[in-house]
Nanobody
């Protein structure tokens, strides 16, 4: 059982930045997903144990996923935020160490953190 805890959401103006954190990350295959009101949950970014990263087209070039093994934490740095980035952001993992490729079927989810971008 993996219990993920996220932090770092909030309200920011368009063009601003936020950093989300998620622990523990261990050596797990980690990812971030988001769900906007009235929409399905969608993939945002993921990172493997050896720091291979994957991004959705909508955030590529603006968001950066990373991990700090010493801090046992995964991060999502979000820059140049847009109103359409407004959503609840979820940290997730399949709980498997040394996973490869994009995270597509998480088993464990955090509680979610609200990100609101005002225009």
């Amino acid at each position: 059982q993996v219990q993920l805890v996220e932090s770092g959401g909030g309200l920011v103006q368009a063009g601003g930045s936020l950093r989300l954190s998620c622990a523990p990350s261990g050596r797990f295959h980690m990812g971030w997903f988001r769900q906007a009101p009235g929409k399905e949950r969608e993939f945002v970014a993921s990172i493997t144990w050896n720091d291979s990263t994957y991004y959705s087209d909508s955030v590529k070039g603006r968001f950066t996923i990373s991990r700090d093994n010493a801090q046992n934490t995964c991060y999502l740095q979000m820059n140049s935020l847009k109103p359409e980035d407004t959503a609840v952001y979820y940290c997730a993992t399949d709980g498997l160490p040394y996973g490869r490729g994009q995270l597509t079927r998480p088993t464990y989810w955090g509680q979610g953190t609200q990100v609101t971008v005002s225009s």
